[in-house]
């Protein structure tokens, strides 16, 4: 099956600073990459995603990159303020009716004031 | 419109009790998910199913069992607790499309096996 590995798996920035988070898979077949942000206490909540189609989303301060030839994708935080600190996992899933998401293991990212 | 809904939001058992976790979605999606989430391990996948009457073991499904009981709902039951169930349980669901399989999840149940 799928293997999702996530670096790194804690990252402290300065305010204003960007982040960096980088997610590997092994999987060719995989075409969905979604990205999701987990507030202490809450349940992980889409912030950004994309498919194979393309190399880049970009939504304000977030942006997605996908290189499908080296089978890796990052996420992408700039301006970052202090509300942007949470647990943030990526994902895998071959979008087709019963196919499962694959998930790395989280990075706590925290935005020093 | 309240998306995944979970109950309840915290419990507490002891060994060999058994109980049975609720989750129900107003998207009108087909797929569900119940996934387990222990520091350091992310999110590993109990049971899902594809759609109504249909479900499948996921990476950790010893020790579950689920039921889809009709499209909304999907209940995760632990028929005997145990302390390496203590754990926050996240149920999810998602539209089986494949360019609208967007995963949408719960607010957790924090589940405690004395």
């Known amino acids: 099956g799928e293997n999702v590995e996530q670096h790194p798996s804690t990252l402290s920035v300065q305010e204003g600073d960007s982040a960096v988070i980088k997610c590997t898979y092994s999987?060719?077949?995989?075409?969905?990459f979604p990205w999701y942000k987990q507030e202490l206490g809450k349940g992980p909540q889409l912030i950004i995603d994309?498919?194979?189609?393309?190399g880049e989303k970009k939504d304000q301060r977030i942006a997605v990159t996908l290189n499908k030839t080296a089978k890796h994708f990052s996420l992408h935080i700039t301006e970052t303020q202090p509300e942007d600190s949470a647990v943030y996992f990526c994902a895998a899933k071959i979008s087709n009716t019963g196919n499962q998401f694959y998930f790395g293991t989280g990075t706590s990212l925290t935005v020093i004031p | 419109n309240a998306g995944v809904t979970q109950t309840p939001k915290f419990q507490v058992l002891k060994t060999g009790q058994s109980m049975t976790l609720q989750c129900a979605q107003d998207m009108n999606h087909n797929s569900m998910y119940w996934y387990r989430q222990d520091p350091g391990m992310g999110l590993r996948l109990i049971y899902y199913s594809a759609s109504e009457g249909t479900t499948d073991k996921g990476e950790v499904p010893n020790g579950y069992n689920v039921s889809r009981l009709n499209k909304r709902e999907f209940s995760l039951r632990l028929e005997s607790a145990a302390p390496s169930q203590t754990s926050v349980y996240f149920c999810?669901?998602?539209?089986?499309?494949?360019?609208?399989?967007?995963?949408?999840f719960g607010p957790g149940t924090r589940l405690t096996v004395l």
């Open positions: 999987d060719s077949a995989s075409n969905y």
């Open positions: 999810a669901s998602s539209e089986e499309h494949p360019s609208r399989d967007t995963q949408y």
């Open positions: 994309i498919r194979s189609n393309v």
